[in-house]
Protein backbone atom coordinates (compact mmCIF):
# COMPACT_ATOMS: atom_id res chain seq x y z
CA UNK A 1 0.00 0.00 0.00
CA UNK A 2 0.89 3.80 -0.44
CA UNK A 3 0.34 6.95 1.27
CA UNK A 4 -1.10 9.93 -0.54
CA UNK A 5 -2.96 12.85 1.40
CA UNK A 6 -6.46 14.98 1.16
CA UNK A 7 -6.42 18.26 2.92
CA UNK A 8 -3.73 16.74 4.64
CA UNK A 9 -4.90 14.16 5.82
CA UNK A 10 -3.46 10.36 4.93
CA UNK A 11 -5.33 8.58 2.89
CA UNK A 12 -3.94 4.52 1.74
CA UNK A 13 -4.29 3.11 -1.97
CA UNK A 14 -4.74 -0.68 -2.68
CA UNK A 15 -0.96 -1.08 -3.89
CA UNK A 16 1.90 0.23 -5.03
CA UNK A 17 2.61 2.12 -8.32
CA UNK A 18 4.42 -0.33 -10.82
CA UNK A 19 8.25 0.41 -10.61
CA UNK A 20 10.45 2.20 -13.11
CA UNK A 21 11.95 -0.58 -15.41
CA UNK A 22 9.34 -3.08 -14.53
CA UNK A 23 6.62 -3.85 -17.18
CA UNK A 24 3.58 -1.67 -17.16
CA UNK A 25 0.66 -3.73 -16.37
CA UNK A 26 -2.16 -4.26 -19.45
CA UNK A 27 -5.51 -3.05 -18.70
CA UNK A 28 -8.37 -2.79 -20.93
CA UNK A 29 -10.73 0.70 -20.14
CA UNK A 30 -13.66 2.57 -21.44
CA UNK A 31 -13.42 5.52 -24.12
CA UNK A 32 -16.02 8.11 -24.05
CA UNK A 33 -17.69 6.14 -26.97
CA UNK A 34 -17.88 3.03 -24.93
CA UNK A 35 -15.17 1.33 -27.24
CA UNK A 36 -11.86 -0.37 -25.40
CA UNK A 37 -8.96 2.05 -24.32
CA UNK A 38 -5.60 -0.22 -24.11
CA UNK A 39 -1.63 0.66 -23.59
CA UNK A 40 -0.77 1.40 -27.56
CA UNK A 41 0.94 -0.91 -29.19
CA UNK A 42 4.35 0.36 -30.35
CA UNK A 43 3.97 3.54 -29.16
CA UNK A 44 4.73 5.40 -25.13
CA UNK A 45 2.30 5.97 -23.04
CA UNK A 46 1.63 8.82 -20.46
CA UNK A 47 -1.43 7.88 -17.73
CA UNK A 48 -2.75 10.90 -16.50
CA UNK A 49 -4.80 9.33 -13.75
CA UNK A 50 -6.99 10.95 -10.88
CA UNK A 51 -10.01 11.41 -9.26
CA UNK A 52 -12.74 12.61 -11.06
CA UNK A 53 -12.64 15.02 -14.33
CA UNK A 54 -15.21 17.43 -12.07
CA UNK A 55 -12.72 18.66 -10.09
CA UNK A 56 -10.91 21.51 -10.52
CA UNK A 57 -6.91 19.42 -10.33
CA UNK A 58 -8.23 16.89 -11.99
CA UNK A 59 -9.60 19.09 -15.22
CA UNK A 60 -6.69 21.55 -15.28
CA UNK A 61 -4.27 18.31 -15.47
CA UNK A 62 -6.17 17.19 -18.49
CA UNK A 63 -5.96 20.48 -20.17
CA UNK A 64 -1.99 20.61 -19.31
CA UNK A 65 -1.43 17.17 -20.91
CA UNK A 66 -3.73 17.91 -23.83
CA UNK A 67 -1.39 20.66 -24.67
CA UNK A 68 1.82 19.18 -23.55
CA UNK A 69 0.34 16.03 -26.28
CA UNK A 70 0.39 18.30 -29.04
CA UNK A 71 4.10 18.28 -29.15
CA UNK A 72 4.62 14.95 -28.21
CA UNK A 73 5.87 12.52 -31.21
CA UNK A 74 4.95 8.60 -30.78
CA UNK A 75 3.50 8.97 -27.53
CA UNK A 76 -0.22 8.99 -26.50
CA UNK A 77 -2.22 10.39 -23.27
CA UNK A 78 -4.68 8.49 -21.72
CA UNK A 79 -6.46 10.33 -19.02
CA UNK A 80 -7.61 7.36 -16.59
CA UNK A 81 -10.06 8.18 -13.59
CA UNK A 82 -13.31 5.99 -12.56
CA UNK A 83 -15.64 8.78 -14.18
CA UNK A 84 -18.43 7.80 -16.45
CA UNK A 85 -17.56 8.02 -20.43
CA UNK A 86 -20.53 10.31 -20.79
CA UNK A 87 -19.14 12.23 -17.79
CA UNK A 88 -15.28 11.62 -20.10
CA UNK A 89 -16.95 12.83 -23.16
CA UNK A 90 -18.89 15.98 -21.60
CA UNK A 91 -15.51 17.50 -20.52
CA UNK A 92 -13.64 17.01 -23.68
CA UNK A 93 -15.98 18.51 -25.97
CA UNK A 94 -17.24 21.45 -23.84
CA UNK A 95 -13.15 21.81 -23.37
CA UNK A 96 -12.03 21.62 -26.50
CA UNK A 97 -9.86 18.53 -25.89
CA UNK A 98 -8.71 16.49 -28.68
CA UNK A 99 -4.82 15.54 -28.49
CA UNK A 100 -5.37 12.65 -25.22
CA UNK A 101 -7.58 10.14 -25.05
CA UNK A 102 -9.68 9.25 -22.17
CA UNK A 103 -10.64 6.03 -20.68
CA UNK A 104 -13.21 5.24 -17.66
CA UNK A 105 -12.48 2.47 -14.51
CA UNK A 106 -15.91 1.85 -13.61
CA UNK A 107 -15.88 -1.63 -15.07
CA UNK A 108 -12.27 -2.49 -14.81
CA UNK A 109 -9.27 -3.83 -12.40
CA UNK A 110 -6.73 -0.72 -13.27
CA UNK A 111 -7.15 0.45 -9.88
CA UNK A 112 -5.87 -2.57 -8.63
CA UNK A 113 -3.52 -3.68 -11.08
CA UNK A 114 -1.78 0.14 -10.86
CA UNK A 115 -2.25 0.39 -7.15
CA UNK A 116 -4.08 3.25 -7.33
CA UNK A 117 -7.53 2.86 -6.10
CA UNK A 118 -8.15 4.52 -2.94
CA UNK A 119 -9.13 2.87 -0.40
CA UNK A 120 -9.63 5.01 2.97
CA UNK A 121 -11.51 8.43 3.18
CA UNK A 122 -13.86 9.96 1.83
CA UNK A 123 -12.68 9.28 -1.83
CA UNK A 124 -12.61 5.32 -1.35
CA UNK A 125 -12.97 3.52 -4.48
CA UNK A 126 -11.20 6.43 -7.01
CA UNK A 127 -8.02 6.53 -7.96
CA UNK A 128 -5.45 8.75 -6.73
CA UNK A 129 -3.39 11.14 -8.49
CA UNK A 130 -0.76 10.11 -10.07
CA UNK A 131 1.12 9.48 -13.40
CA UNK A 132 2.85 6.50 -15.08
CA UNK A 133 5.04 6.82 -18.23
CA UNK A 134 5.50 3.89 -20.35
CA UNK A 135 8.16 3.68 -22.81
CA UNK A 136 6.96 1.90 -26.63
CA UNK A 137 7.94 -1.52 -25.08
CA UNK A 138 5.77 -1.39 -21.92
CA UNK A 139 8.39 -0.62 -19.71
CA UNK A 140 7.69 2.01 -16.89
CA UNK A 141 10.26 5.07 -17.59
CA UNK A 142 8.11 6.84 -14.85
CA UNK A 143 6.06 6.77 -12.09
CA UNK A 144 4.68 9.57 -9.90
CA UNK A 145 1.65 9.41 -6.40
CA UNK A 146 1.40 12.97 -5.85
CA UNK A 147 2.02 13.33 -1.58
CA UNK A 148 -1.29 15.63 -1.71
CA UNK A 149 -4.75 15.04 -4.11
CA UNK A 150 -5.24 18.06 -4.37
CA UNK A 151 -1.72 19.33 -6.08
CA UNK A 152 -0.91 18.48 -10.03
CA UNK A 153 1.44 16.00 -11.02
CA UNK A 154 4.96 16.90 -11.94
CA UNK A 155 4.46 17.52 -15.68
CA UNK A 156 8.19 18.58 -16.07
CA UNK A 157 9.50 14.97 -14.75
CA UNK A 158 6.76 13.25 -16.59
CA UNK A 159 7.57 14.54 -19.91
CA UNK A 160 11.72 14.24 -19.34
CA UNK A 161 11.09 10.91 -19.04
CA UNK A 162 10.12 10.66 -23.04
CA UNK A 163 13.65 11.86 -23.57
Do not use: W
Not at 52 to 57: A, C, K, L, N
Not at 109 to 120: H, Q, R
Amino acid sequence: MATTALGGNPVTTVGELPQVGAAAPTFELVSSDFSAVTLPEGQRAVLNIFPSIDTGVCAASVRKFNELAAGLDNTTVINVSQDLPPALNRFCGAEGIENVQVGSGFRSTFGDDYGVKMSDGKLAGLFARSVVVVDADGTVLHAQLVPEIATEPDYDAAIAALS
